[in-house]
Nanobody, 128 residues
Framework: VQLQAFGGGLVLAGGSLRLACVASGRTFSSYGAGWFRQAAGKEREFVAAIAWSGGRITGTTYYAPSVKGRFTISRDDAKNTVYLQMDSLKREDTAKYYC??????????????????WGQGTLVTVSS
């Protein structure tokens, strides 16, 4: 499956952005999906994940503590798209955001190594 991330940009602190990750090549509903981010000079870190559709945990979401309550991950399988709604953005949210997918999905869902497919990333810059 190929992934393309869209929606990054420059936003003021306190504002909102919605990222989209569009998948092609396979039936996306069979894939768990996640968002990771990497700030300048830092390692890539987990942001949010959502379970694949059709399994026992359909719709289950996972969030890093730093974004819980501010970010919302969702999916529209009819459009082969996963979204990351980011509200109440902070300067420390500035990073390149990557979407990732794993077939069916298992494990913790917060480790990079669990994901088989990655998008190219989209840059989010939050200014004060």
């Amino acid at each position: 499956v190929q992934l393309q991330a869209f929606g990054g940009g420059l936003v003021l602190a306190g504002g909102s952005l919605r990222l989209a990750c569009v998948a092609s090549g396979r039936t996306f509903s069979s894939y768990g999906a996640g968002w990771f981010r990497q700030a300048a000079g830092k390692e890539r870190e987990f942001v949010a994940a959502i379970a694949w559709s059709g399994g026992r945990i359909t719709g289950t979401t996972y969030y890093a503590p730093s974004v819980k309550g501010r970010f919302t991950i969702s999916r529209d399988d009819a459009k082969n798209t996963v979204y990351l709604q980011m509200d109440s953005l902070k300067r420390e949210d500035t990073a390149k955001y990557y979407c990732a997918a794993q077939l069916y999905g298992s494990g913790t869902r917060i480790k990079e190594s669990e994901y088989d497919y990655w998008g190219q990333g989209t840059l989010v810059t939050v200014s004060s």
